[in-house]
C-alpha cells in the first residue's frame, strides 16, 4: 500500500485548495474551495457563467477538475460528464474562508462534509447573507480540536490553529501506510498564536511522512509590513485620536472577527461608537448564539451600533436585524451628523453611501487587509479615486492570516516531516531554500508518497 496525494487546486497558487488522500480504502478531501478570481480567463464583467446550468460552462473550459464520484446530480445534469455514484470518505474542512470552502456547493450531498462547529455556524451565516452564495445540502459532521474522526482506515485529528477566521484547523492524518500533517492556513502573531504551537508540537509527535504545508509568505522579496493583531490596534489607535471631529472609517475582511474585536478596542479606546456593516453583525450574532467563542455581542457590549443601507426592496436578515436591534440601528445621515463620534466600517462594495455621508474632508480611511498584488489593480486605482474625491487620507494597517517566510522556516525544521508538498503559494520551489523532501506539485497529477 502507498500514500497518494494530488493537489487538484491550491498547486501554484495561493487559495483553492482542494487536495486528494488517497491510501488503502480511503478517498479523502482536504478542503473544497475555489480560487480567487475564479473563472477570470473566460468570464469578465457581464459576460457570466450559467449558473443555473449547474457546471456546464466551468467544465467546458477545465475550470474545475472533471471527477468522477464528487459532484452532485443537480451540478451535472445539464453537463455531459456522467453522474457517477459519491466515491469518496468525506472532505475534512481547515477553515470557512471562500478558498478553502466555497466548492461545497457543488459536491454530492452524500460525502459527509468534517468541519468544526463555529466554522458550519460562519459558513451557514454567510450564506443567509449572501445572495451569490450557495453551499447545497451536505451531511455536515461537526468536530471540536483534537477529535478523532475515522475514514475508511485513516483516523483523522483536526487541531486548531490561529488564522484570520475562528475555528480554522490543521489535521494530523494517520493512514495505513504513513502519517501526514496538513496545515490549512495559520499564523503566529494573532491573538491566539498558543493555538497554533499546540499544532506544531502535535504535528511533530506525529512523526509524519509528508507535510502538506501553505507557504502564502514563503517569498522573502514579500514587502508588506509584518504587524500583529496588537500593533493594528495600537497604530489604529494613534491614527484615529489625530483626527478629532472628523470621520474615521475601516474595511477589513469580511469574516475575520478577531479584526472586529480589534476595532472595537480601537473606538473604545479614542471615545468613539464602532457601527459595524449589516453582515459583520450578522456574523457576530450567529457567533454569539452559538457561544463557543467569545465575540463583541452587538445588543449589549457598549459602543456598538449597525449600519443599515437604505434600500428600494428590503431583505428579510436585514429587517430581522433591524427589529432585533432597533435601538442601535444607523444609517447615513446619522453618521453624517457624527463623525467625529464613530469609527465606521465601510466595505469596498458598499463606497456609493460615502456620497450620502458626505465625509469631511481629512477624515481617515484604514485600509485593514492585504494590499493588492499587483501594481496597476483596477479595483485599486478605483478606491483611490474614491478617497481622493471625499479627501479621505489613507492608512495601510494589516496583520496577515499566514506564517512570515522565518515562521514557515522554523516550523517546517521542528515538524521535520520526511516529505514536503508546498501549496497554496505562488512560488513552491522557493521551500527548496530551506527543508529537504520538497515536491513540487502540480495540478491533477498524482504525488505517491
Ligand atoms: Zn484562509
Known sequence: MQMKLTVHGGAGEIGGNKILLEDGDARIWLDMGLPFGFG????????????????????????????K???SKESLKETTFPYSAPGFSGVLLSHAHFDHSS???YVDKDIPVHLGECTRTILEAWAATSSRADLGEHDYRTFRSKRRIKLDGVEAIPVHVDHSVPA???????????????TGDLRRHGPHAEMTAEFIDAARAAKPDVLICEGTRVDPADTRAPYSEKDVKNLSIEEVKKVKGRLAIVTFYPR?????????????????????????????????????????????????LVYLRRLARSIPWEEELRDELSDRIVGAEYVKKHQGELLLQLDFTHFTELIDIEPKRGSIFIH???????????????????????????HQLHASGHLSRKELESMVKEIGAKKLVPIHTDRPEMFKDFASGVIVPEKGKTISI
Do not use: C
Open 69 to 71: 464520484g464528487l459532484y
Open 168 to 182: 480554522a484547523y490543521g489535521y494530523i492524518l494517520h493512514a495505513p501506510s504513513g502519517t501526514a500533517v496538513y
Open 40 to 67: 477570470e480567463q473566460y468570464f469578465v464583467n457581464y459576460l457570466g457563467p450559467r449558473d443555473r446550468f449547474g457546471l456546464r460552462d466551468y467544465l467546458e473550459f477545465d475550470l474545475v477538475p472533471p471527477i
Open 368 to 394: 485593514s487587509m492585504s494590499e493588492p498584488f499587483e501594481e496597476g489593480d483596477i479595483e485599486d486605482e478605483v478606491k483611490d479615486r474614491w478617497l481622493d474625491h471625499f479627501g479621505l487620507v489613507e
Open 256 to 304: 475575520d472577527v478577531d479584526r472586529m474585536r480589534t476595532f472595537h478596542e480601537v473606538a473604545h479606546a479614542t471615545g468613539r461608537d464602532f457601527v459595524l456593516s449589516a453582515k459583520a453583525a450578522y456574523l457576530l450574532r450567529s457567533l454569539e448564539k452559538d457561544g463557543r467563542i467569545k465575540v463583541p455581542r452587538v445588543k449589549s457590549d457598549g459602543g456598538l
Open 103 to 105: 466548492m461545497l456547493g
